[in-house]
T-cell receptor
Framework: AQSVTQPDIHITVSEGASLELRCNYSYGATPYLFWYVQSPGQGLQLLLKYFSGDTLVQGIKGFEAEFKRSQSSFNLRKPSVHWSDAAEYFCAVGPYGGSQGNLIFGKGTKLSVKP | DAGVIQSPRHEVTEMGQEVTLRCKPISGHNSLFWYRQTMMRGLELLIYFNNNVPIDDSGMPEDRFSAKMPNASFSTLKIQPSEPRDSAVYFC??????????????FGPGTRLTVL
């Protein structure tokens, strides 16, 4: 069955420190991969997505993610975290080549930023 | 563009009452999705439409839930009768394309539903 696992429910980092949020997926084929961010009281906003090609993907707000097929992972990174990055982050997978396009989301990782 | 618009933003109702959530997708978008977010289950897809036609409603929890999309600019999610376990945040999202997930889904701000 298709699934997405975000092992860390809550992470706290200091402002200016680097960040890595983990995402592992289980999928029968090469999936489309996404990271979304949800600020308090807001809907989800797309940070970045991977479909094919270069396995290192750049997104908005200085985020990047790396697709590692051998590890079934798509971890999100940022070299220096800002206080405004405090939010909840969701990894998602979608069916490659499918016509349906529905996404499966992980349960999210809440990021807190210490001053 | 105004983005995806949902109303109401907050809804408090009593068990047994009918609840209707509304969504206006981004103009020109041809796919619309309804999601439910809870602490226990995370973000779940309830149903999605392509060109106003329901494609997959396998995520709809039970017959108390129904969704319609009478035209390209409006959709409703109805719960009748509502139960306390329906308390959640309900998101609507829209996407330009109808084929594959390559197009970005744009999410509305959500409706926080509390059923007492």
């Amino acid at each position: 069955a298709q699934s997405v696992t975000q092992p860390d429910i809550h992470i706290t980092v200091s402002e200016g420190a680097s960040l890595e949020l983990r995402c592992n997926y289980s999928y029968g084929a090469t999936p489309y991969l996404f990271w979304y961010v949800q600020s308090p009281g807001q809907g989800l906003q797309l940070l970045l997505k991977y479909f094919s090609g270069d396995t290192l993907v750049q997104g908005i707000k200085g985020f990047e993610a790396e697709f590692k097929r051998s590890q079934s992972s798509f971890n999100l990174r940022k070299p220096s975290v800002h206080w405004s990055d405090a939010a909840e982050y969701f990894c998602a997978v979608g069916p490659y080549g499918g016509s349906q396009g529905n996404l499966i989301f992980g349960k999210g990782t809440k990021l807190s930023v210490k001053p | 563009d105004a983005g995806v618009i949902q109303s109401p933003r907050h809804e408090v109702t009593e068990m047994g009452q009918e609840v209707t959530l509304r969504c206006k997708p981004i103009s020109g978008h041809n796919s619309l999705f309804w999601y439910r977010q809870t602490m226990m289950r995370g973000l779940e897809l309830l149903i999605y439409f392509n060109n106003n036609v329901p494609i997959d409603d396998s995520g709809m929890p039970e017959d108390r839930f129904s969704a319609k999309m009478p035209n390209a600019s409006f959709s409703t999610l109805k719960i009748q009768p509502s139960e306390p376990r329906d308390s959640a945040v309900y998101f609507c999202a829209s996407r330009r394309g109808t084929s594959g997930p390559t197009d970005t889904q744009y999410f509305g701000p959500g409706t926080r539903l509390t059923v007492l």
